[in-house]
């Protein structure tokens, strides 16, 4: 389901089409979907149904709401952020400079749509399908994490870029200012 948010990130939104497409991306998604995200959702869904033990439903709905807010939408969306930047070969300091640009903006994002989705699979779905379901809805969403991180990247190489640019100007600067040196303390 992370693989087809992806995809659907690359055509619909960012307009790629298929000869563009990223398939490395696709495929960084898809192993962190497998390895990760899969997992632990599917862990997270069984933990917080069993720890909440309130017998009115909607009572037991809103807390574990609260819970998921509280917890799981905070880490998930660090792991994910870590997980994808690790797979993409990021440097520690690239990775701190993609947190301080989305992870923020992500959060806040995270708690305009999973509280709505939450309540509805907390309350209608049984456990053992909430996962599923979630994933299915998770569809809309990893399209937008997707972009969010595409974006991410590209502000990194911008400052990257310009950091960079700045240091070879610091340095033809630095250089000219030697030669001219050199230059007027031969004459």
């Known amino acids: 389901m992370m693989t087809l948010g992806d995809i659907i990130s690359q055509q619909a939104i960012e307009k790629k089409g298929f000869d563009n497409h990223d398939v490395g991306r696709s495929v960084r998604i898809m192993i962190y979907a497998a390895a990760i995200n899969g997992p632990l959702v599917g862990t997270w869904f069984g933990f917080i149904n069993n720890a909440v033990k309130i017998k009115n439903k909607w009572a037991a709905t809103f807390v574990r709401v609260g819970i998921d807010q509280a917890v799981f939408s ?24 993609k947190f301080e640009n989305s992870y923020f903006k992500g959060l806040m994002n995270a708690y305009c749509y999973w509280p709505f989705v939450n309540i509805f699979t907390f309350s209608l779905i049984p456990v053992h399908y909430r996962p599923i379901v979630n994933s299915c809805f998770g569809i809309a969403w990893n399209s937008y994490l997707s972009h969010m991180n595409q974006k ?7 400052t990257t870029n310009s950091t960079t640019n700045n240091n070879k100007q610091q340095t033809s600067t630095m250089s000219s ?3 001219l040196s050199s230059s007027s303390s031969s004459a």
């Open 74 to 97: 905070p880490a998930i969306l660090a792991i994910f952020m870590g997980g994808i930047s690790i797979l993409e070969g990021r440097t520690l300091t690239e990775i701190k400079m």
């Open 152 to 158: 991410s990247l590209q502000s990194l190489k911008l």
């Open 177 to 179: 200012t030697a030669t």
